[in-house]
């Protein structure tokens, strides 16, 4: 490309709302529209720099530094690249959705690329006072998937552990869904029952049945032109699993004795906890309604999987739990709590937290408030590493987990390690 057509390509962008670069393909940038300035900017001249060094703050390419790179990716296929991206901003780090366009001269040679960024709103990678909050690789890769699907009328299945958030994955797709304006319901399978199933879901006409005074609307009527959550779908009975399917293959449903059928209007998203393909194979949940609603599959991370988010996930809890002590965390306590299991995920550490303001008589949670010892309460517990480590890194957190954990004195702490007190203190001031 000439310098005029650059020129005139900066000019056609700058009139656009979407923030826009364009870089060359040592991934230096030629040029910003007005909307990146305004949204991403920094205050310095942003062309002849590199577009790692503004948006991550790195000193060499994304791919080198963990990060997937999408001018990489595009120069060794020729084709459009879409990423999510943690990114430095005016406002602090914020996930931003990057979508790269690969541009050919005459010859069909690769020589510019340009990205528009969008600022994700479901998510922050700080401390926030709503939604979802996370930084790691396994929650960006979630996000993405999330953003990606979210626009679109495929049915959605959340997978995952009980307390890992699904429900809220569910709204921020609802929220970031052509539905948002409209309603988000949420219908709590496990709770249903053969008998309520029907009017539940479908509603029932007056005089249905003993004590059907009045109609009913019901929660497929109320989810009408929104989105239709069913949390625990794998706890339906498989005699009831037909009916579902029945709603889902026609998308006309009758309400509990009425005769009209009626037309359902509503996105699908479906959670679960349990292995549903296990389920098909031993055929307690049937194989036509798992394709139905398993168009498009995402993992929810367990808390195991997304350890270097305790930190952010314990500071956001601790502030929704309790918003007017302005509570901090001792660095002590995030320790503890980056070191134990949570089979219970962020449900767990949620309970946790609440316990632990509760013991705080100050304005900070020390390590000794993340346990209680009453009537079997629940005891933190050290996590195995979770990579092979050499053997005295792994007795050294174990001592230190021992020494924040254990009520009394390190005389009795060393007695029940097998070692003497001498030796105990030598081993924590390592």
């Known amino acids: 490309m000439s310098n005029t057509q650059i020129t005139e390509l900066l000019s056609y962008l700058d009139n656009q709302p979407q923030p826009h670069i364009v870089m060359d393909k040592h991934y230096t940038i030629i040029g910003a ?4 300035r ?29 990060e997937s790179c999408p001018l990489k990716h595009s ?4 084709q459009p690249q879409r990423v999510l991206h943690l990114h430095h901003t005016p406002r602090g780090e914020e996930h931003v959705n990057v979508e790269l366009t690969p541009i050919h001269d005459v010859n069909g040679e690769l ?32 996000l993405g998937l999330l953003e990606r699907v979210a626009p679109s009328e495929a049915s959605v299945l959340l997978l995952g552990e009980s307390g890992t958030g699904k429900e809220l994955v569910s709204q921020a797709i609802h929220n970031a869904s052509q539905r948002s304006n409209k309603a988000y319901v949420v219908v709590d399978c496990s709770g249903l029952t053969e008998s309520l199933f029907e009017s539940e879901l479908f509603g029932y006409e007056k005089g249905a049945f003993t ?11 109320s989810a009408s032109g929104g989105t239709l959550f069913l949390d625990e779908v794998g706890d339906i009975p498989l005699s009831l699993q037909v009916k579902l399917l029945r709603l889902l293959e026609t998308g006309t449903y009758r309400r509990v004795g009425g005769v009209e059928p009626l037309r359902a209007d509503f996105r699908l998203v479906a959670a679960t906890h349990r ?97 209680m010892e009453d009537d079997g309460a629940h005891q933190l517990t050290p996590a195995y590493p979770p990579t092979i480590i050499p053997l005295e890194d792994a007795e050294r957190q174990y001592l230190q987990w021992a020494d924040e954990n254990y009520q009394g004195d390190r005389r009795m702490l060393a007695k029940l390690l097998g070692i003497s007190e001498r030796t105990l203190y030598r081993k924590l001031q390592d």
Not at 41 to 61: M, N, Q, T, W
Not at 75 to 78: A, D, F, L, V, W
Not at 280 to 309: G, M, N, Q
Not at 352 to 366: F, H, P
């Open 33 to 36: 529209n007005a909307a990146y």
């Open 38 to 66: 305004s949204q991403y900017g920094d205050a310095k001249p942003l062309a002849g720099r590199h577009c790692y060094e503004v948006s991550h703050h790195f000193d060499r390419p994304c791919d080198e530094a963990g």
């Open 75 to 78: 120069s060794k296929t020729g």
């Open 111 to 142: 020589v510019y690329f340009v990205e528009m960024m969008q600022t994700i709103r479901n998510a922050g990678a700080t401390s926030s006072s709503q939604g979802m909050v996370g930084r790691s690789p396994v929650f960006n890769n979630m």
């Open 211 to 221: 004590g059907a005074t009045q109609r009913k609307q019901g929660l497929v009527e």
């Open 275 to 371: 292995d549903l393909k296990k389920m098909v194979e031993h055929e307690t949940f049937r194989k036509d309604l798992y394709y139905r609603i398993s168009t498009f599959p995402i993992h929810v991370p367990a808390l195991a999987e997304r350890r270097e988010d305790i930190p952010l996930l314990a500071t956001t809890l601790l502030a929704r739990i309790s918003p007017k002590r302005n509570l901090r965390l001792h660095p002590d306590a995030i320790a503890t709590l980056k070191r134990c299991n949570y089979p219970g995920n962020i449900r767990e550490l949620r309970n946790i937290l609440e316990r632990a303001s509760l013991m705080a008589d100050g304005n900070t949670v020390m390590a000794e408030h993340l346990t």
